[in-house]
């Protein structure tokens, strides 16, 4: 099986939330085929002033299962108010095996309704915030990632990292995750509970 990894980029999103794990599915090219898009296409610039060139969403690969992967970053807060972008991950989400959020990429999940009834997590700086976005979710005060069925989130930022490890050993076994993060020289957080981040923002 292979999958098409739909990247939702918005100006001001948090670089290492998605390039965390995009260097983590990028290691498995013949399983992951990554599509940098955006609303309107064109260069998109994080928080960092990294730029990078996206494409428009166009679903054409019937061959292939889509994965729905959204970032956080400063840019989220005025993009949950944004109707375009909230339909278009509306969208894209009826179209996805999987769906993976970090940091207040929750956020943005939350208000598209993806998450009513499902256990999620975000960054913890942020939480209270986060939670007014969508109603009927079971939010995880402490947790470095969840997983819900076929959604994963994850806690702030780095945490993006250690999801997409364990989305890697939901798929291919904890042979690989560690194979993966022993190739990038990371040490990943097995534990999906450990989070010191929770107390240290008077959430645990």
Not at 20 to 37: A, D, M, T
Not at 60 to 68: A, F, G, K, M, P
Not at 173 to 188: L, T, V
Request: net charge negative; proline share 2%.
């Amino acid at each position: 099986m292979s999958y098409v990894v739909n990247i939702i980029l918005f100006e001001e999103f948090e670089t290492l939330d998605v390039f965390g794990p995009v260097e983590i599915l990028g290691r498995l090219p013949e399983i992951f085929k990554l599509n940098f898009i955006s609303l309107d296409g064109g260069i998109i610039s994080s928080s960092q002033n990294v730029r990078i060139d996206t494409s428009t969403y166009n679903n054409n690969n019937n061959s292939e299962e889509n994965i729905l992967f959204v970032p956080g970053g400063m840019g989220a807060r005025e993009k949950v108010n944004d109707e375009k972008l909230i339909h278009l991950i509306e969208n894209i989400n009826r179209e996805s095996k999987y769906i993976m959020s970090v940091c207040t990429g929750a956020a943005l999940l939350a208000k598209a309704g993806i998450l009513t009834g499902k256990k999620a997590t975000t960054n913890k700086r942020a939480f209270n915030w986060v939670m007014d976005q969508g109603k009927d979710i079971v939010w995880i005060k402490k947790a470095r990632w969840v997983n819900d069925g076929n959604i994963f989130t994850s806690s702030g930022v780095s945490a993006g990292m250690d999801m997409t490890l364990g989305f890697i050993e939901h798929l291919m076994g904890r042979e690989k995750a560690i194979e993966i993060s022993n190739g990038i020289e990371y040490k990943w957080n097995e534990d999906r509970e450990w989070d010191p981040f929770a107390e240290l923002y008077g959430l645990a």
